[in-house]
């Protein structure tokens, strides 16, 4: 069996970040752009990775600002 002296560390999602992560390229660079960040930082927030905390609310407020059409 392998790995198992390390601890199933899994990461949540929230609703807003599996929402970003659907976002097409475009959408998610602007979404990016927006929050003042690169997308590779946004990206890695989406999958539940260490951002700052500033980073974190910035994207938050960008991803719930689109709107459905």
């Not at 990461?11 to 659907?22: A, D, H, K, V």
């Not at 475009?26 to 500033?54: F, I």
């Amino acid at each position: 069996m392998r790995g198992f002296l390390t601890p199933a560390v899994r990461t949540l999602q929230t609703e807003i970040q599996t929402r970003f992560q659907s976002f097409s390229r475009g959408r998610r660079t602007k979404l990016a752009k927006g929050a003042s960040t690169t997308l590779l930082k946004a990206d890695q927030w989406a999958r539940g990775g260490a951002v700052t905390s500033d980073l974190a609310t910035a994207l938050d407020k960008a991803v719930a600002s689109v709107k459905a059409k």
